[in-house]
């Protein structure tokens, strides 16, 4: 077996020479054929199929800028401000008795 036959093009391949021309015009017809009025006409028909017309990206926010909390994340009553009391009294707290436990001897 020889190299060549090996390391082939595999856009034009190692055949005789008549044939190449042949296959060269029939892939440029090919490839011409979907640029038509009826191809356009079908594209659009099975991508409108495909899409959702209701859909809208305005109605979703933009998923990488910063959002306030969650209205579940603090019970009624609470807020930012008294979590942020409350981590400084645990920071106090646990500081104080130097292993983070309360009430132990």
Do not use: C
């Not at 042949?22 to 490839?31: D, I, L, N, P, T």
């Not at 079908?42 to 990488?64: C, G, H, I, R, T």
């Amino acid at each position: 077996m020889m190299s060549d036959d090996l390391m082939s093009d595999p856009i034009n391949p190692a055949e005789g020479p008549g044939t190449s021309d042949g296959k060269q015009a029939a892939k440029g017809s090919a490839a011409a054929a979907w640029n038509t009025k009826k191809f356009r006409e079908d594209y659009l028909m099975a991508k409108n199929k495909l899409l959702d017309q209701k859909f809208s990206v305005s109605e979703y926010p933009d998923p990488l800028s910063p959002r306030p909390p969650h209205p579940k994340q603090y019970p009624p009553g609470t807020n930012p401000e008294l979590e942020r009391k409350l981590q400084e009294l645990i920071a106090r707290v646990k500081s104080s008795t130097g292993n983070g436990v309360v009430g132990t001897a």
